[in-house]
């Protein structure tokens, strides 16, 4: 049973990606979001889409808003799309890790690192 929730993960990430892309909402749209992470419970019926947005976490709260208001049409195109029998009910969640990971890149950019001329390799 592991092997086929894990499959069908992966499956339900790669399909909200297209799906997000096609979506109306300028919310989704004009935001710059990502899927981080994708949870379904054993039973297939919760998932929980952890969505993180590069202009920040106030951005992204915003697009979550956009999904859920889209959740019907989300699920009845992930159903469409995979062929199950029962589509999980979809909860997104706002992520900061994209703006937690373009701020610590940031600040190694920021570091002023110099080459050492007596560094032997």
Do not use: Q, W
């Not at 994708?38 to 952890?50: A, F, K, M, W």
């Amino acid at each position: 049973m592991g092997h086929k929730i894990e499959r069908t993960t992966e499956d339900i990430k790669r399909e909200l990606t297209a799906i997000f892309r096609e979506l109306k909402d300028p919310r989704v749209k004009d935001a710059f979001i990502s899927i981080i992470r994708v949870e379904v419970t054993n039973d297939l019926s919760y998932c929980t889409v952890y969505v993180s947005a590069i202009e920040g976490m106030e951005r992204c709260k915003l697009a979550c808003k956009g999904l859920d208001s889209a959740k019907g049409f989300i699920r009845r195109e992930l159903g469409h799309r995979l062929r199950l029998r029962h589509v999980p009910e979809l909860i997104f969640t706002a992520s900061d890790s994209i703006e937690y990971s373009a701020n610590i890149s940031r600040i190694l950019n920021d570091l002023d690192i110099k080459d050492d001329d007596n560094y032997d390799s």
